[in-house]
């Protein structure tokens, strides 16, 4: 009997991405490749302004690449879609005229891809599922940061996207709120086993959330590193093995000194699974 092929959700080859004004160029990222299997909760970590929101962009469809592929379930991605759905940093990304409800109805309305009352109960099932089915009524500006994310990322996960595409959605928290997330985050994908890609400049939280970690270089951005860190959890926090995890991804971010070169791929750790580049 023939075997099925299984395939990656999200194929990017060699992605290029430019933004060009009148007076300038600026290359935000080069010759980046990365898959991304379902169920994976694939992370993009970089230093500021190495492209990690671009290629987030690209791969929701706002952004065109100058050069590269990317597919998702094999077809190339040629513009935003309901099957990708964006939660972001900023707290004001809910309208402030429409109630938590109507906020999380919205999409599902807006694609059809549900009437009325079917958009109601898959809000209400997503609403509860983020702890804030008692304040469906309640308009935005009346809830906290976290709660407002909370809302964004129930609104995404009514729409049952194929990839749920995350940028440093809890940047903007305090640091126990922003435990409490990455834990509900993890729950929820405990639940619900969405596709994840998500972006952070931070090392332990991309430790904890992530299940494969894309370590991007300095501007323009270049793969320096695919690792695997499934194996950590939320309870690792501070383990020798976190730390030393933190601490190679640390130098792989910013090497020693200018002429040392890179850890090769022989002296890797066994969490690390592609080759770590030296560009
Ligand atoms: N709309 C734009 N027009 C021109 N240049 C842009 C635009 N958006 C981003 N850039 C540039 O592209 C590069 C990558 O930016 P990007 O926002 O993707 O980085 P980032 O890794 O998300 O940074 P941060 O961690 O600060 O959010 C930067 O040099 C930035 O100045
Ligand atoms: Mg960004």
Redesign the pocket.
């Given at each position: 009997m023939p075997q099925a092929t299984i395939e990656p959700l999200l194929q990017v080859r060699q992605l290029d991405?430019e933004?060009?004004?009148r007076e300038?160029r600026?290359?935000?990222?080069h010759d980046v490749s990365f898959d991304v299997w379902p169920g994976d909760r694939f992370i993009?970590l970089?230093?500021?302004?190495?492209?990690?929101?671009?290629?987030?962009?690209t791969v929701g469809g706002f952004i065109q690449p100058l050069r590269g592929e990317i597919a998702l379930e094999g077809s190339d991605i040629r513009g935003p879609g309901p099957d990708r759905m964006m939660v972001f940093?900023e707290f004001d990304q809910l309208p402030p005229w429409k109630t938590v409800l109507e906020n999380v109805m919205f999409p599902l309305l807006a694609s059809r891809k549900a009437k009325r009352a079917e958009a109601r109960e898959q809000a209400l099932h997503f609403l509860d599922k983020v702890g804030l089915a008692s304040f469906a009524d309640a308009l935005p500006h009346t809830l906290s940061g976290g709660m407002k994310q909370r809302v964004a990322i129930a609104r995404a996960l009514a729409m049952r996207p194929r990839m749920l595409l995350m940028?440093?959605p809890f940047a903007a928290l305090d640091a126990l709120t922003r435990r409490t997330m990455q834990e509900e985050l993890l729950a929820l994908w405990e639940e619900e086993r969405f596709t994840l890609l998500f972006?952070t400049?931070s090392i332990e939280e991309a430790l904890v959330v992530g299940s494969r970690i894309l370590v991007?270089s300095p501007?323009?951005?270049r793969v320096r590193a695919e690792l695997n860190c499934h194996q950590f959890g939320l309870n690792d926090f501070g383990s020798p093995a976190f730390q030393s995890a933190a601490s190679h991804i640390h130098q792989l971010l910013f090497p020693p000194a200018v002429n040392t070169p890179l850890p090769s791929a022989s002296q890797e750790p066994d969490y690390v699974t592609a080759t770590v580049h030296s560009s």
């Open positions: 991405i933004y060009r004004t300038r600026v290359r935000a990222t993009l970089g230093p500021s302004g190495c492209g990690k929101s671009s290629l987030l962009k940093q940028d440093e972006v400049h991007l501007h323009p951005g």
